[in-house]
């Protein structure tokens, strides 16, 4: 992920600058409240319900609520900070003053878009007005005013962000090419009409995609080629479009999102992380390429608590790294089988993917946390042969085995850490808690070891982390957001129905439908990343599978890793990047590395594909 521009420093004079300022402040303290205020609130009701057998009829309700506000104003964190999703692999290649041009274009797309839907967010509160709640009997313009204050505020940031990192030749130029632009889709709505359906590879294919290249966030790509196809080819107003975010941001379970954010921040400043690789490297860590293994292992066991990909590698990397490349292990290398660990531990719970899967799929959550344990397993032993053959010549004089008394001390001290993953998956498996409200039971569990048998806690980290969790958050769910109104759209115009008659058309049966699929995900999480692709492309999918008799949470899994496949594979994986950044290692060095271990793990993803009961077998 990577910023449209970089936050520069405010300057002391201009109002406009200390205004700016001032809002940024109260909208991350919002955002940073409303996280704290969820959490809070999902213990009490788990608590409630499970040990006082008195549940909270209005919790979800208000929790609800709170999350499109957290989303929106966590959204607006995310453009300030410029961590929204957005690929980059195209503007680097560009001559720093093109560079500055398409910076310059893709925030003023950005603007003008803002611009464009307040009317049609405003509309759709004043529609929600009359609307009450079931159990609160309120307003549901309460909920509603979310997505209009967000993308007021969106707008306010973008305006700034643009005045701050552009020329103003530059902005001029973007302003004179999209007002040809607008002018040449007027005149084509005629044709448009003509042509039918396939106006649709205009909009949701050459639009989408010159905007993805130019460095425009996903989110935004996907709701300019939204609005673009409602006000030039169809007859649907565009006040549509923010009832639909709304809709696609709304759903309970998308509160896991933040949650697991959060305490992936948690363990890492708690110091679980640390102490479960401490052991490990104690057990296998003298052995030649013992440290690779304990790698795989480390992230393995990481992601099933963080459910983040970008906080998993960033917990292994330090404290491992250092001592691996004392044992002649070249930085690349080691960023390679980083990159890939993240690929092999995609479908571990509690992944945030397979949390959006069940959201959009209506695919049991708990299932899916069931079915991806083990083939998460077969990607580790299919990596463990790569470093099998790749470390045959380690130089290990700097190794030192650990005695049988250090090695119960780390592992007694790794008890908690190990414990946690336990505690995640079996309050959901049991019912003790929702797939959303087990990351409260984590949070408080992690903070609990924090300070009683760690004692690593540095409370002034949490606002910070609040507020990461805000943002990161916000950049995701704004996605799910677009994804779904653009899904909508598609759907309407009898995209869906094409889709399905294709699809079911396949010869070969559900093999060639699963292996055309587990192709089509990877090309979508090199280009999408998971979380945009399932939201846009699931619904459309996942009843063809059925259609065709395959076991739904088989084909969640195969799409889940096979989009994890994509997202770190070059040359577009954002989180191949994301994973050279974190190695401080260019990517330049990496890319030449990476592809034994992908080759290890497309074997892996076909024996998912071909042996349903590796993904289904424990159920």
Same mark, same amino acid.
């Given at each position: +992920?990577?910023?449209? $521009?970089?936050?520069?420093?405010?300057?002391?004079?201009? *109002?406009?600058?200390?205004?700016?300022?001032?809002?940024?402040?109260?909208?991350?303290?919002?955002?940073?409240?409303?996280?704290?205020?969820?959490?809070?609130?999902?213990?009490?009701?788990?608590?409630?319900?499970?040990?006082?057998?008195?549940?909270?009829?209005?919790?979800?309700?208000?929790?609800?609520?709170?999350?499109?506000?957290?989303?929106?104003?966590?959204?607006?964190?995310?453009?300030?900070? &410029?961590?929204?999703?957005?690929?980059?692999?195209?503007?680097?290649?560009?001559?720093?003053?093109?560079?500055?041009?398409?910076?310059?274009?893709?925030?003023?797309?950005?603007?003008?878009?803002?611009?464009?839907?307040?009317?049609?967010?405003?509309?759709?509160?004043?529609?929600?007005?009359?609307?009450?709640?079931?159990?609160?009997?309120?307003?549901?313009?309460?909920?509603?005013?979310?997505?209009?204050?967000?993308?007021?505020?969106?707008?306010?940031?973008?305006?700034?962000?643009?005045?701050?990192?552009?020329?103003?030749?530059?902005?001029?130029?973007?302003?004179?090419?999209?007002?040809?632009?607008?002018?040449?889709?007027?005149?084509?709505?005629?044709?448009?009409?003509?042509?039918?359906?396939?106006?649709?590879?205009?909009?949701?294919?050459?639009?989408?995609?010159?905007?993805?290249?130019?460095?425009?966030?996903? *989110?935004?790509?996907?709701?300019?080629?939204?609005? $673009?196809?409602?006000?030039?080819?169809?007859?649907?107003?565009?006040?549509?479009?923010?009832?639909?975010?709304?809709?696609?941001?709304?759903?309970?379970?998308?509160? *896991?999102?933040?949650? @697991?954010?959060?305490?992936?921040?948690?363990?890492?400043?708690?110091?679980?992380?640390?102490?479960?690789?401490?052991?490990?490297?104690?057990?296998?860590?003298?052995?030649?390429?013992?440290?690779?293994?304990?790698?795989?292992?480390?992230?393995?066991?990481?992601?099933?608590?963080?459910?983040?990909?970008?906080?998993?590698?960033?917990?292994?990397?330090?404290?491992?790294?250092?001592? +691996?490349?004392?044992?002649?292990?070249?930085?690349?290398?080691?960023?390679?089988?980083?990159?890939?660990?993240?690929?092999?531990?995609?479908?571990?719970?509690?992944?945030?993917?397979?949390?959006?899967?069940?959201?959009?799929?209506?695919?049991?959550?708990?299932?899916? @946390?069931? $079915?991806?344990?083990?083939?998460?397993?077969?990607?580790?032993?299919?990596?463990?042969?790569?470093?099998?053959?790749?470390?045959?010549?380690?130089?290990?004089?700097?190794?030192?085995?650990?005695?049988?008394?250090?090695?119960?001390?780390?592992?007694?001290?790794?008890?908690?850490?190990?414990?946690?993953?336990?505690?995640?998956?079996?309050?959901?498996?049991? &019912?003790?808690?929702?797939?959303?409200?087990?990351?409260?039971?984590?949070?408080?569990?992690?903070?609990?070891?924090?300070?009683?048998?760690?004692?690593?806690?540095?409370?002034?980290?949490?606002?910070?982390?609040?507020?990461?969790?805000?943002?990161?958050?916000?950049?995701?769910?704004?996605?799910?957001? *677009?994804?779904?109104?653009?899904?909508?759209?598609?759907?309407?115009?009898?995209?869906?129905?094409?889709?399905?008659?294709? +699809?079911?058309?396949?010869?070969?049966?559900?093999?060639?439908?699963?292996?055309?699929?587990?192709?089509?995900?990877?090309?979508?999480?090199?280009?999408?990343?998971?979380?945009?692709?399932?939201?846009?492309?699931?619904?459309?999918?996942?009843?063809?599978?059925?259609?065709?008799?395959? !076991?739904?949470?088989?084909?969640?899994?195969?799409?889940? @890793?096979?989009? &994890?496949?994509?997202?770190?594979?070059?040359?577009?994986?954002?989180? @191949?990047?994301?994973?050279?950044?974190?190695?401080?290692?260019?990517? !330049?060095?990496?890319?030449?590395?990476?592809?034994?271990?992908?080759?290890?793990?497309?074997?892996?993803?076909?024996?998912?594909?071909?042996?349903?009961?590796?993904?289904?077998?424990?159920?």
């Amino acid at each position: +992920m990577e910023a449209i $521009a970089k936050a520069e420093p405010v300057s002391q004079g201009g *109002a406009f600058q200390r205004f700016d300022s001032l809002l940024g402040q109260a909208v991350e303290a919002i955002a940073a409240a409303l996280v704290l205020a969820e959490i809070i609130l999902l213990g009490w009701a788990t608590t409630a319900r499970y040990a006082l057998h008195s549940p909270l009829v209005w919790s979800d309700e208000v929790a609800t609520i709170l999350f499109v506000w957290l989303s929106m104003l966590g959204s607006v964190v995310a453009l300030r900070r &410029g961590q929204h999703m957005r690929l980059t692999a195209f503007v680097r290649k560009f001559s720093p003053t093109w560079q500055e041009r398409a910076n310059a274009l893709a925030m003023m797309i950005v603007s003008v878009l803002l611009l464009a839907m307040v009317l049609p967010a405003w509309q759709h509160v004043e529609e929600r007005i009359i609307s009450v709640t079931p159990v609160l009997q309120i307003s549901e313009a309460w909920r509603e005013a979310a997505m209009l204050v967000g993308i007021v505020l969106m707008l306010i940031t973008a305006v700034d962000k643009m005045i701050r990192s552009s020329k103003p030749a530059h902005m001029v130029a973007s302003i004179v090419l999209l007002a040809l632009m607008f002018g040449v889709l007027q005149l084509a709505m005629p044709w448009f009409d003509e042509i039918g359906n396939y106006s649709l590879l205009i909009f949701f294919l050459g639009i989408v995609l010159f905007a993805i290249v130019l460095g425009v966030p996903i *989110a935004f790509a996907f709701v300019l080629a939204t609005a $673009a196809y409602l006000n030039f080819a169809s007859w649907v107003p565009i006040s549509i479009v923010p009832g639909r975010m709304s809709e696609g941001m709304s759903p309970i379970i998308l509160l *896991a999102v933040p949650m @697991f954010v959060f305490l992936g921040a948690v363990i890492e400043m708690a110091g679980l992380a640390q102490a479960m690789i401490a052991f490990l490297v104690s057990l296998i860590g003298h052995l030649r390429g013992g440290l690779q293994y304990v790698l795989l292992a480390a992230v393995y066991l990481v992601s099933g608590i963080s459910g983040a990909k970008a906080a998993d590698m960033a917990a292994v990397a330090p404290a491992l790294f250092p001592e +691996m490349k004392k044992r002649g292990n070249r930085e690349s290398d080691l960023v390679s089988l980083l990159s890939a660990s993240a690929v092999m531990s995609e479908t571990i719970p509690p992944s945030i993917v397979l949390i959006t899967v069940g959201s959009v799929t209506g695919v049991s959550i708990a299932a899916l @946390f069931t $079915a991806g344990l083990l083939p998460a397993f077969v990607g580790l032993l299919a990596l463990c042969v790569v470093v099998f053959i790749q470390t045959r010549n380690e130089d290990m004089s700097h190794a030192r085995k650990v005695g049988n008394g250090l090695k119960l001390k780390l592992f007694l001290v790794a008890i908690p850490g190990l414990g946690l993953p336990i505690v995640i998956r079996t309050a959901v498996v049991e &019912g003790v808690a929702t797939a959303t409200e087990v990351a409260t039971i984590g949070i408080i569990y992690s903070l609990i070891v924090g300070v009683l048998f760690y004692r690593r806690m540095e409370w002034r980290k949490l606002y910070p982390m609040l507020v990461d969790a805000a943002s990161l958050s916000g950049s995701i769910l704004l996605v799910v957001g *677009a994804a779904t109104a653009m899904g909508w759209a598609l759907t309407q115009s009898g995209f869906s129905q094409y889709l399905v008659e294709l +699809m079911q058309g396949v010869p070969g049966g559900r093999i060639s439908f699963l292996l055309i699929s587990a192709l089509s995900f990877i090309v979508l999480g090199s280009v999408l990343e998971g979380v945009p692709a399932i939201v846009l492309f699931g619904p459309l999918l996942f009843p063809i599978a059925k259609l065709l008799g395959i !076991d739904e949470v088989h084909y969640a899994i195969v799409a889940v @890793f096979a989009m &994890g496949f994509g997202l770190f594979s070059p040359p577009f994986g954002v989180g @191949f990047y994301l994973a050279c950044a974190i190695g401080r290692v260019s990517p !330049d060095d990496v890319i030449g590395k990476v592809w034994p271990h992908l080759l290890a793990l497309f074997a892996a993803l076909l024996l998912i594909i071909f042996i349903p009961w590796i993904s289904v077998g424990f159920l």
